[in-house]
């Protein structure tokens, strides 16, 4: 269990860490400064605490723990249950994060290029992005299709037998300086798989060009704009409402209608580019990770888990 030829397992000391002191000491105040005697609804929402409580006991051996017995040094050795947590706990975090890093390397993610797409929602759609689940969703789908279709139009243009594309899509809720900004990276296999009669065989693509990305952002923005308006985010007729009285997202919905008639990515040079933004939503594509170059795969898995929340399609 403990390998004692590479190194005695010798477990963490999590309540000296500066972040358990700095919890320690200041949850019950932190947790206070929430509550307003006159509103009943006050208070640190439920999950929230959770995570904090359990940030407070993950590790420590006196909130519980397994006995482990080792053969090879014939010694028990006390094993401290972890918290699990998502948000606050770093030693979870970071085991959370080598995982699937090692699971998508190892067990999804089949040894071709990949190439990353990052998808940015303008600033206005943040919060809506933020709380409602099924708008995230939605910006998930069209972004992730609008990449397929462009990767199998291609395959059919070069008449590739039924393409098949792949990506997995981690959704990024904060930028490092914990500001919400709900963004999205996702690892696309760069080609497609091709369905010939030995089976199927991987084709890279070309890297793509401004048009591309363009026409992958109006995609996604026209898309969003639809789907906003029809669920009823924004007022009917917020065109003719006063400016002053608009959400941010019903200014980002107006000022889009008052946008002259978009620019037909046709009518763009066609050149290699590796970012470009319409409607307040931009694309960037520049990480390539060449086939076989295992540290590359992991560095951009682990790079993309910080908060991780894969999502994996196949079409
Ligand atoms: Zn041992
Ligand atoms: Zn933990």
């Known amino acids: 269990m403990c390998a004692q030829a590479v190194s005695e397992y010798k477990p963490r000391k999590p309540e000296s860490g500066i972040l358990h002191r700095l919890v320690s000491t200041h949850f019950d105040e932190f947790v206070e400064s929430f509550e307003d005697p006159d509103c009943p609804e006050s208070g640190l929402p439920t999950f929230v605490r959770k995570e904090f409580e359990g940030f407070l006991d993950c590790g420590i051996l006196e909130r519980g723990f397994v006995l482990l017995f080792c053969d090879r040094c014939q010694r028990e050795h006390a094993l401290a249950f972890s918290c699990k947590g998502r948000a606050i706990c770093p030693s979870c975090g970071a085991r959370r994060m080598q995982e699937t890093a090692a699971h998508l390397v190892d067990d999804v993610l089949p040894d071709v290029a990949l190439r990353q797409y990052v998808l940015s929602p303008p600033f206005e759609l943040r919060g809506l992005l933020a709380c409602k689940r099924e708008v995230l969703a939605k910006m998930v789908s069209f972004f992730v299709r609008a990449i397929f279709e462009q990767l199998t139009g291609w395959a059919r243009c070069q008449d590739l037998p039924e393409p098949k594309c792949g990506a997995v899509t981690f959704i990024q809720r904060f930028t490092k300086t914990l500001n919400i900004s709900p963004h999205l990276h996702v690892l696309v296999l760069d080609g497609v798989f091709a369905n010939e009669e030995e089976g199927p065989r991987f084709v890279e693509c070309p890297a ?39 959400t941010p997202v019903e200014r980002w919905y107006v000022r889009g209608l008052a946008e002259p008639s978009m620019l037909s990515p046709s009518r763009i040079a066609d050149v290699r580019s590796t970012a470009i933004a319409c409607g307040g939503f931009s694309v960037h594509a520049q990480v390539r990770v060449a086939r076989g170059d295992r540290r590359g795969r992991e560095g951009s898995a682990y790079m993309r888990l910080v908060r991780p929340s894969p999502k994996i399609n196949f079409a």
């Open 208 to 246: 793509p060009t401004n048009r591309d990305l363009l026409s992958l952002a109006q995609s996604v923005f026209k898309k969003m704009e639809k789907f906003i308006a029809k669920r009823g985010y924004i007022r009917s007729a917020s065109d003719a409402l006063e400016e002053a009285s608009l």
